[in-house]
């Protein structure tokens, strides 16, 4: 059987940050993790459907061929305009929750084992 610990580090990891706490029973911390982490994903997500659009106005309006040579300037450009820095702050709070929420839980899920193990060995 595995342990808590790497229970909830395994679940943040594969799952979404803050799944690990929130199996931990540490409610808030676990949902202002994946709150944060949703926030980013949606923006990040926002912005690409945004950036599709607009090449794919263009491809049809005939302002650029249909060409991967073309399509890549564009995406090239777009990627280093205004927005670029928000960009890279979502995908740097997003990998912040991710990391954190591996290792916080990790660390809360072995305090609550040494707890258990603890109260079980304490004389009687």
Known sequence: MAKLST???????????????????NYRFGILLAGISFAAIYYLIAR????????????????IRLDLES???????????????????????????WLIGIFDSYRIGRAQEQNVDASVNRPK
Do not use: N, W
Not at 7 to 25: E, M, N, R, T
Not at 48 to 63: D, P
Not at 78 to 96: E, F, P
């Open 48 to 63: 690409a459907v945004e950036s599709a659009l607009e090449i794919t106005q263009k491809i049809q309006s005939g302002g």
């Open 71 to 97: 399509i890549s300037v564009l995406m090239t450009q777009r990627a280093s305009g205004a927005g670029d820095q928000l960009l890279s702050m979502a995908a740097t709070a997003l990998t912040i929750c």
């Open 7 to 25: 229970k909830a580090a395994l679940i943040s990891a594969l799952v979404f940050p803050g799944v690990g706490h929130i199996y931990l029973k």
